[in-house]
């Protein structure tokens, strides 16, 4: 509380409060942070920018035109480029559902048993692994698919349509055969494996932050582990479940390799998801015709990129969406 | 200490989004030629097909250790990308599955120097095998109509009685024929569909395209050709169509010529090009744009063959980039070019009489 | 209904850790104890070997016996979930249940061992909880609103109901007022006096005057130091304890010289 003189003189605007040493990093650092964030800003819009120019001539092409120029689109064949996006679409959601439905209760189930089960120490390698799985590139999946999974699932397709084929999901080939295993339903399946890691490494984490609070006073009133996570676990963790499962989807929807080098693609609307040729994703119709294509075909086939960069960010947005909102209901009262 | 964030953001889009659209690879190292050994020196840059590709890459290897200071680079972006870029004039030639339209025409006589416009070479020819996976079974006879029927959906059991008459004394399998087409776009699609239109008739009520259609056959795709010959071989009874020189362990089969069976060859193959005739559209009678006859009676011919060409420029302004081109064009003709490209790539060498053909189409080029 | 509590040589370790050493005390039925003592005493931590919630920790484990009107606690044949389901807790913060409603909170507990209940049972149950919690006329309009909308001492009493709605032999309450003012803190004590006519009551507390208004038996815990086990040094009728105490700790204690 002793001020001298002197040392107030020091101090160009002659006053105790002016400019202190840490101003100026402060500045520097804010203006780097705010650059990154217009950056990303930046890039996505120059991304929809180019996509939109890019695919512009494919869009205001009459259909007939359009038909003569690219090998791929054929308006008289019922595959315009909006159904041929229609057909695409389809098989994408298609196939990301099977994902889900697959990937969801599988990731659910590891990361409960990550987070409430399994002793510390197995938790923790469990969870290194499932990390790892995430590191696996796609073209790896897509040749253990190919190589090992597909014929190793032919056998249960054939139960699964023998015995649940009047469901037209399981419906077999008119044979009554299933003579190959590159269908939807093994590209779902190795979808599911590829956002598996997504999802659990997401859910695990909303799990460990149920409040102890809740948790013992289910186990307080005699609940078994299983009925505390039902009661306390689970209505805690709904909204990042959900917010965990978006992103998984989020991340089936894009992939390319692995569903080009499983499905034998067709476009059709088919529900058939043992049968080939029936489906094909966006990402993975582009990849077959792009080497191919001329222009117009490629401005096409941007087009579907466009409709595929929509669905994700709608679905991107959703899972933001519903994430946000665990603060406002989440038990942490 | 203002960031102008509005309008760099406004033109950082713009050059984000040029740069995305200019990003194909495209650039190879400018060597710079130090030492002259040889003439010639500089950088010849090439894109288009990549059924030609392994041939390619066989030429520009050869033709680089002749030519030391020459760099030859290749962009095997496909047939459509290939003229979409010598159109634009990036690239002073392009490889090509397909024929120039008359209106890619008129923008390749602007494009070039002079008044000749562009032409075709046929430099990579290949013939296409319908190679199949029935134990036991090394070859087949079959016609057009046959296979047409086979990959339509008709035909959906190896003893079938049009397969049966055709082979005599081959014991045919009761087993269902599963066909396996390629799933992607590409240049020998085209050429098998092209051949089942043409010879097929109404056997084959598609077009020829280089998706294979979606037929009512028990049907696989493959994802490019090893993904296809994988998928056949791994299959039992499976059918399908490829370059022959991915056929090795396969059955192939050998289509009806006139009243003849032709098993594939490369001398059978190059003959369908010299058998066939040129296009009406053609630009002059140094362009062989061929229009492949697939229904030729000709049994030294094998019709199912892809002719993979160089569209070139009748005349170039620049003289280093004009001899550049004309001398590993002429490389690409010879004999011996051609056969780096039948050992590397399992091609069929062009006939004599069209490698000098090429060869003095190449010197006319050069002298313009 | 109620039932009485032997401890007998009690060690109840974390791991290698030993967290509280060497407890023998009785419990009675129909009656409030009382244990207080400082901060990391150990006097939670024996609370919650007497329903096995110490368990829930990893590595919780004890040495010793507890007898339930006779039956060890720690026997070969206990199941810890039915232990829990004998033995009610209340804790320090409320913690309904935030996505349930004020009835299902309720009977939540009781739907763990009915799967079905009819729907006047249901009723019947919630109003007879809500009333033991002292909490009926309060919330009685508001039975499909969330928990989680009630005051903290509201809150507090809607898990006492929640306890007590599965009928336990005794109710544990650990601090169950300490993060309630002082008119929701009053409400929870009159309710606990109400309570014990029917259970055995034991409340661990911080609040010296609440255990003396509360409760007829007080416990005093004590510490040597961090990382000793804490121990119990004086169990004696309440108004004996505060009055006087036997040992100079628990006298020094009460009186307010350290803790």
Same mark, same amino acid.
């Given at each position: 509380?002793?001020?001298?003189?002197?040392?107030?003189?020091?101090?160009?605007?002659?006053?105790?409060?002016?400019?202190?040493?840490?101003?100026?990093?402060?500045?520097?650092?804010?203006?780097?942070?705010?650059?990154?964030?217009?950056?990303?800003?930046?890039?996505?819009?120059?991304?929809?920018?180019?996509?939109?120019?890019?695919?512009?001539?494919?869009?205001?092409?009459?259909?007939?035109?359009?038909?003569?120029?690219?090998?791929?689109?054929?308006?008289?064949?019922?595959?315009?480029?909006?159904?041929?996006?229609?057909?695409?679409?389809?098989?994408?959601?298609?196939?990301?559902?099977?994902?889900?439905?697959?990937?969801?209760?599988?990731?659910?189930?590891?990361?409960?048993?990550?987070?409430?089960?399994?002793?510390?120490?197995?938790?923790?390698?469990?969870?290194?692994?499932?990390?790892?799985?995430?590191?696996?590139?796609?073209?790896?999946?897509?040749?253990?698919?190919?190589?090992?999974?597909?014929?190793?699932?032919?056998?249960?397709?054939?139960?699964?349509?023998?015995?649940?084929?009047?469901?037209?999901?399981?419906?077999?080939?008119?044979? #009554? &055969?299933?003579?190959?295993?590159?269908?939807?339903? !093994?590209? $779902?399946?190795? %979808?599911?494996?590829? /956002? *598996?890691?997504?999802?659990?490494?997401?859910?695990?984490?909303?799990?460990?932050?149920?409040?102890?609070?809740?948790?013992?006073?289910?186990?307080?009133?005699?609940?078994?582990?299983?009925?505390?996570?039902?009661?306390?676990?689970?209505?805690?963790?709904?909204?990042?479940?959900?917010?965990?499962?978006?992103?998984?989807?989020?991340?089936?929807? #894009? &992939?390319?390799?692995?569903?080009?080098?499983?499905? !034998?693609? $067709?476009?059709? %609307?088919?529900?058939? /998801? *043992?049968?080939?040729?029936?489906?094909?994703?966006?990402?993975?119709?582009?990849?077959?015709?792009?080497?191919?294509?001329?222009?117009?075909?490629?401005?096409?086939?941007?087009?579907?990129?466009?409709?595929?960069?929509?669905?994700?960010?709608?679905?991107?947005?959703?899972?933001?969406?519903?994430?946000?909102?665990?603060?406002?209901?989440?038990?942490?009262? | 200490?203002?960031?102008?964030?509005?309008?760099?953001?406004?033109?950082?889009?713009?050059?984000?989004?040029?740069?995305?659209?200019?990003?194909?690879?495209?650039?190879?190292?400018?060597?710079?030629?130090?030492?002259?050994?040889?003439?010639?020196?500089?950088?010849?840059?090439?894109?288009?097909?990549?059924?030609?590709?392994?041939?390619?890459?066989?030429?520009?290897?050869?033709?680089?250790?002749?030519?030391?200071?020459?760099?030859?680079?290749?962009?095997?972006?496909?047939?459509?990308?290939?003229?979409?870029?010598?159109?634009?004039?990036?690239?002073?030639?392009?490889?090509?599955?397909?024929?120039?339209?008359?209106?890619?025409?008129?923008?390749?006589?602007?494009?070039?120097?002079?008044?000749?416009?562009?032409?075709?070479?046929?430099?990579?020819?290949?013939?296409?095998?319908?190679?199949?996976?029935?134990?036991?079974?090394?070859?087949?006879?079959?016609?057009?109509?046959?296979?047409?029927?086979?990959?339509?959906?008709?035909?959906?059991?190896?003893?079938?009685?049009?397969?049966?008459?055709?082979?005599?004394?081959?014991?045919?399998?009761?087993?269902?024929?599963?066909?396996?087409?390629?799933?992607?776009?590409?240049?020998?699609?085209?050429?098998?569909?092209?051949?089942?239109?043409?010879?097929?008739?109404?056997?084959?009520?598609?077009?020829?395209?280089?998706?294979?259609?979606?037929?009512?056959?028990?049907?696989?795709?493959?994802?490019?050709?090893?993904?296809?010959?994988?998928?056949?071989?791994?299959?039992?009874?499976?059918?399908?169509?490829?370059?022959?020189?991915?056929?090795?362990?396969?059955?192939?089969?050998?289509?009806?010529?006139?009243?003849?069976?032709?098993?594939?060859?490369?001398?059978?193959?190059?003959?369908?090009?010299?058998?066939?005739?040129?296009?009406?559209?053609?630009?002059?009678?140094?362009?062989?744009?061929?229009?492949?006859?697939?229904?030729?009676?000709?049994?030294?011919?094998?019709?199912?063959?892809?002719?993979?060409?160089?569209?070139?420029?009748?005349?170039?302004?620049?003289?280093?980039?004009?001899?550049?081109?004309?001398?590993?064009?002429?490389?690409?003709?010879?004999?011996?070019?051609?056969?780096?490209?039948?050992?590397?790539?399992?091609?069929?060498?062009?006939?004599?009489?069209?490698?000098?053909?090429?060869?003095?189409?190449?010197?006319?080029?050069?002298?313009? | 209904?109620?039932?009485?509590?032997?401890?007998?040589?009690?060690?109840?370790?974390?791991?290698?850790?030993?967290?509280?050493?060497?407890?023998?005390?009785?419990?009675?039925?129909?009656?409030?104890?009382?244990?207080?003592?400082?901060?990391?005493?150990?006097?939670?931590?024996?609370?919650?070997?007497?329903?096995?919630?110490?368990?829930?920790?990893?590595?919780?484990?004890?040495?010793?016996?507890?007898?339930?009107?006779?039956?060890?606690?720690?026997?070969?044949?206990?199941?810890?979930?039915?232990?829990?389901?004998?033995?009610?807790?209340?804790?320090?913060?409320?913690?309904?249940?935030?996505?349930?409603?004020?009835?299902?909170?309720?009977?939540?507990?009781?739907?763990?061992?009915?799967?079905?209940?009819?729907?006047?049972?249901?009723?019947?149950?919630?109003?007879?909880?809500?009333?033991?919690?002292?909490?009926?006329?309060?919330?009685?309009?508001?039975?499909?609103?969330?928990?989680?909308?009630?005051?903290?001492?509201?809150?507090?009493?809607?898990?006492?109901?929640?306890?007590?709605?599965?009928?336990?032999?005794?109710?544990?309450?650990?601090?169950?007022?300490?993060?309630?003012?002082?008119?929701?803190?009053?409400?929870?004590?009159?309710?606990?006096?109400?309570?014990?006519?029917?259970?055995?009551?034991?409340?661990?507390?911080?609040?010296?005057?609440?255990?003396?208004?509360?409760?007829?038996?007080?416990?005093?815990?004590?510490?040597?130091?961090?990382?000793?086990?804490?121990?119990?040094?004086?169990?004696?009728?309440?108004?004996?304890?505060?009055?006087?105490?036997?040992?100079?700790?628990?006298?020094?204690?009460?009186?307010?010289?350290?803790?």
């Amino acid at each position: 509380m002793t001020t001298t003189p002197s040392s107030t003189g020091s101090q160009p605007a002659g006053n105790d409060y002016g400019t202190h040493p840490g101003a100026r990093a402060n500045g520097i650092f804010k203006g780097m942070s705010t650059g990154a964030g217009v950056l990303i800003l930046v890039t996505l819009a120059a991304v929809a920018t180019f996509l939109l120019v890019e695919a512009w001539p494919a869009f205001i092409a009459s259909p007939e035109d359009l038909g003569q120029e690219v090998s791929f689109i054929k308006p008289e064949d019922g595959q315009s480029l909006m159904e041929i996006i229609g057909y695409l679409i389809y098989g994408t959601v298609l196939m990301s559902l099977i994902a889900l439905v697959i990937a969801t209760p599988i990731s659910i189930g590891i990361a409960l048993f990550i987070s409430h089960y399994a002793p510390r120490r197995l938790a923790q390698t469990l969870g290194y692994l499932i990390d790892l799985l995430a590191a696996v590139p796609s073209v790896v999946y897509g040749l253990w698919g190919v190589a090992v999974l597909v014929p190793f699932l032919n056998p249960f397709y054939q139960f699964l349509a023998d015995y649940l084929g009047f469901i037209p999901l399981f419906a077999a080939p008119e044979s #009554g &055969e299933i003579f190959t295993g590159r269908v939807a339903m !093994s590209a $779902g399946i190795v %979808l599911a494996i590829m /956002i *598996l890691p997504i999802i659990t490494a997401v859910t695990r984490e909303v799990f460990l932050q149920t409040p102890v609070l809740h948790e013992e006073a289910a186990l307080a009133m005699g609940a078994t582990r299983w009925e505390m996570v039902k009661m306390s676990v689970f209505p805690f963790a709904r909204s990042g479940m959900v917010g965990a499962t978006m992103l998984g989807l989020g991340r089936a929807l #894009g &992939e390319t390799m692995a569903v080009l080098m499983i499905i !034998s693609p $067709g476009l059709t %609307l088919s529900p058939y /998801i *043992l049968q080939p040729n029936q489906h094909n994703t966006v990402a993975g119709y582009i990849a077959l015709q792009f080497p191919e294509a001329n222009a117009m075909g490629v401005s096409s086939l941007v087009a579907m990129g466009l409709a595929l960069f929509v669905i994700t960010l709608v679905v991107n947005m959703l899972a933001r969406w519903v994430v946000s909102r665990r603060s406002e209901f989440s038990g942490a009262n | 200490m203002t960031f102008k964030i509005r309008v760099g953001a406004t033109a950082t889009a713009a050059t984000v989004a040029v740069l995305l659209a200019a990003c194909t690879p495209t650039n190879e190292a400018a060597l710079e030629a130090s030492q002259v050994e040889s003439d010639l020196a500089g950088n010849l840059q090439g894109a288009g097909s990549s059924a030609q590709e392994a041939g390619m890459d066989a030429w520009r290897a050869a033709f680089q250790s002749n030519n030391p200071d020459v760099n030859v680079g290749y962009d095997p972006v496909g047939s459509g990308g290939g003229i979409e870029q010598f159109l634009s004039g990036a690239v002073p030639f392009a490889g090509s599955d397909g024929l120039l339209s008359d209106e890619e025409y008129e923008i390749a006589a602007d494009r070039c120097a002079g008044d000749g416009g562009a032409y075709h070479l046929p430099m990579y020819i290949s013939p296409v095998a319908v190679i199949f996976n029935i134990p036991g079974v090394e070859s087949l006879n079959m016609d057009a109509i046959t296979i047409a029927e086979i990959f339509n959906g008709d035909i959906s059991s190896w003893d079938d009685e049009a397969i049966a008459a055709q082979n005599e004394g081959v014991d045919l399998p009761a087993q269902t024929i599963t066909v396996v087409p390629r799933s992607d776009s590409s240049g020998t699609t085209e050429n098998f569909t092209d051949y089942l239109e043409q010879a097929a008739g109404d056997a084959w009520p598609h077009e020829a395209s280089k998706e294979f259609p979606a037929t009512d056959a028990q049907r696989v795709g493959g994802d490019g050709t090893s993904a296809q010959i994988d998928q056949i071989r791994s299959s039992e009874y499976s059918v399908g169509y490829a370059d022959a020189s991915r056929s090795g362990g396969l059955g192939t089969a050998a289509l009806k010529v006139g009243d003849e069976y032709v098993p594939f060859s490369p001398e059978a193959a190059a003959n369908i090009v010299a058998a066939s005739p040129v296009m009406d559209n053609a630009n002059g009678e140094n362009d062989l744009a061929y229009a492949i006859d697939r229904t030729t009676t000709d049994a030294s011919a094998y019709p199912l063959t892809l002719v993979s060409y160089h569209i070139v420029c009748s005349e170039y302004t620049d003289p280093n980039e004009r001899e550049l081109l004309t001398e590993f064009e002429k490389f690409v003709a010879s004999a011996d070019g051609q056969n780096v490209a039948a050992a590397a790539a399992g091609s069929a060498p062009l006939t004599a009489e069209l490698s000098d053909r090429i060869t003095a189409i190449v010197d006319e080029i050069a002298s313009n | 209904m109620s039932k009485r509590i032997d401890i007998n040589n009690l060690n109840v370790y974390y791991s290698q850790f030993l967290a509280v050493e060497d407890v023998s005390l009785s419990i009675e039925p129909k009656a409030v104890t009382a244990f207080i003592g400082p901060s990391g005493c150990g006097k939670s931590t024996f609370l919650r070997t007497l329903n096995r919630m110490h368990e829930v920790i990893p590595g919780g484990r004890v040495e010793g016996e507890v007898l339930i009107d006779g039956v060890d606690l720690y026997g070969k044949d206990v199941d810890p979930v039915t232990v829990r389901r004998h033995v009610g807790m209340v804790f320090q913060r409320p913690n309904p249940f935030p996505t349930m409603s004020i009835a299902e909170n309720v009977l939540a507990g009781y739907r763990l061992n009915n799967k079905r209940v009819s729907n006047s049972d249901a009723d019947d149950l919630v109003e007879s909880s809500l009333r033991g919690a002292n909490l009926w006329d309060e919330v009685k309009d508001r039975l499909n609103k969330p928990g989680s909308s009630l005051s903290g001492g509201q809150q507090q009493r809607l898990c006492i109901a929640r306890a007590i709605a599965i009928k336990p032999d005794i109710l544990l309450m650990d601090e169950p007022c300490s993060a309630l003012d002082p008119i929701s803190t009053l409400a929870i004590e009159d309710l606990i006096t109400d309570l014990k006519d029917q259970y055995t009551i034991v409340i661990v507390t911080h609040n010296m005057q609440q255990a003396a208004r509360v409760s007829d038996t007080t416990a005093f815990f004590n510490i040597a130091g961090t990382g000793k086990p804490g121990k119990l040094i004086e169990m004696n009728d309440t108004t004996t304890m505060f009055s006087t105490p036997s040992e100079k700790a628990t006298e020094d204690y009460i009186s307010g010289r350290f803790g």
